[in-house]
């Protein structure tokens, strides 16, 4: 595992030090869980850790963070039809809800009447 030294860059030394010791052994690049690697790179980017801070920090090469980082806010296909179909089933409950209020609301004014 990488030690913060003088080989590290300034900031690459700040964000080692603030990183914790499981997460310092999670993102390097001998881990052999490579999606639990790469979802803790995923987070740091997400935070705002650059791709030149993480290059240093894991010991990986600037495209393979780039090819993990890519994807943070693309959705797959899968992910897409799910929101759809909950869109969907959501403007159907709406619809159910409205009709329901207005028949209660119909049956109110009816027994004003």
Not at 14 to 35: H, S
Not at 38 to 65: D, F, M, Y
């Amino acid at each position: 595992m990488k030690k913060a030294n003088s080989k590290l860059s300034p900031k690459a030394q700040k964000a080692w030090g603030q990183l914790n010791r499981k997460t310092r052994k999670e993102i390097q690049k001998d881990n052999p869980f490579r999606w639990q690697r790469n979802k803790k790179i995923r987070e740091l980017r997400a935070k705002g850790v650059t791709v030149e801070v993480l290059k240093e920090i894991t010991g990986l090469n600037p495209a393979s963070i780039y090819r993990i980082v890519k994807n943070i806010l693309q959705v797959t296909e899968y992910q897409k039809q799910e929101i759809t179909n909950l869109i969907e089933t959501f403007e159907a409950l709406l619809h159910t809800l409205n009709r329901l209020l207005a028949d209660t609301a119909r049956r109110r004014d009816e027994g004003k009447h």
